[in-house]
């Protein structure tokens, strides 16, 4: 049966180096990557993008992409002013990635500003699942932060499972004090989370899954995916352990830009339709497995097939 999905968060300009010295561009931003592997893992679903462009000819090129992977985009704003961020990419041998930004006051930094421009009060539909993460929040000041969150609680109040993914970047927060707040505050307002060990260990001296499975219980998370690097992911469902599943390599590992994001999406499309945890799991492994084969985070659908349905 189909379901909402609402995907909030920035998409960027992505240039990473090709063939020949060439520099390749394409689109994309986690929430983004998340709503694309989401609508492409089941085509059935209603998936929106919420956020903010710009009116130049490469926001033009953006929304069109957008809407060519089936995301529906009549709840992005408009800036007069602002244009995309942009973000490169630089690969090793092993194709794990480094990061360059240019994304300081971007269109999308102002999309609840862009939003409320007629009043705080205004209400998006109704969705079954709204995901946003820790990048969404680090890019807006402190008082975006608090409307997108007050949002965020409307939307839950209204019946839509809240998913938020920390996916914590040192250089969008001040230090990791203001990043603590913000990501607790944001875990009191989801139902489903996606914690990284590493980054509870870095932000909350978590040295445990049992630290983390007690922050996010009195957090007061019903389902979350904890993701601990070589050992794999424990599940936790009702605040107890569901299932482990062991971590499982890529043939080949090109690059590894989007592998959460693509687990992630595919994950809370498959949830939504009613599969279970464990299931949803397999399946999110897998779509993460074919996307770190290829470059860029959103991999061309004529060079993988991404419905594993």
Excluded at 1 to 6: A, D, I, Q, Y
Aim: one cysteine or more; charged letters at 25%.
């Amino acid at each position: 049966m189909s379901k909402s999905l609402l995907f909030i968060g920035e998409c960027m300009m992505e240039l990473r180096k090709g063939k020949a010295g060439k520099l390749d561009y394409s689109f994309a931003g986690d929430a983004y990557n998340s709503a694309v592997y989401a609508k492409r893992w089941c085509t059935q679903h209603q998936v929106f993008f919420f956020s903010a462009r710009g009116k130049d000819q490469f926001s033009e090129m953006m929304q069109l992409r957008w809407q060519n992977e089936g995301i529906d985009t009549t709840l992005v704003e408009v800036s007069e002013h602002r244009v995309p961020g942009i973000y490169a990419i630089a690969t090793d041998s092993e194709g794990e990635r480094q990061f360059s930004y240019w994304r300081n006051n971007s269109a999308a930094t102002e999309m609840m500003t862009l939003l409320e421009r007629n009043g705080p009060d205004y209400e998006f539909p109704d969705f079954d699942c709204v995901f946003f993460s820790g990048i969404s929040l680090g890019i807006l000041s402190d008082d975006c932060r608090h409307r997108l969150l007050n949002l965020i609680r409307r939307l839950r109040k209204r019946g839509a499972k809240i998913a938020f993914d920390p996916n914590y970047r040192k250089s969008l927060w001040r230090n990791e004090e203001e990043a603590r707040t913000w990501i607790m505050r944001a875990y009191e307002c989801c139902n489903i989370a996606f914690p990284g060990l590493e980054e509870h260990q870095q932000l909350f001296a978590h040295e445990s899954l049992d630290e983390v499975q007690r922050c996010l219980v009195n957090q007061g998370v019903g389902e979350f995916l904890v993701k601990a690097g070589g050992e794999g992911i424990f599940a936790f469902a009702n605040g107890e352990v569901f299932c482990h599943k062991p971590f499982q390599a890529a043939a080949k590992q090109v690059d590894t830009t989007a592998a959460g994001d693509s687990f992630s999406g595919t994950y809370l499309a498959a949830r939504m339709e009613g599969i279970a945890l464990d299931r949803a799991i397999d399946m999110g492994a897998s779509v993460a497995r074919i996307v770190v084969q290829h470059e860029g985070a959103i991999v061309n659908v004529e060079n993988a097939s991404l419905s594993l349905a």
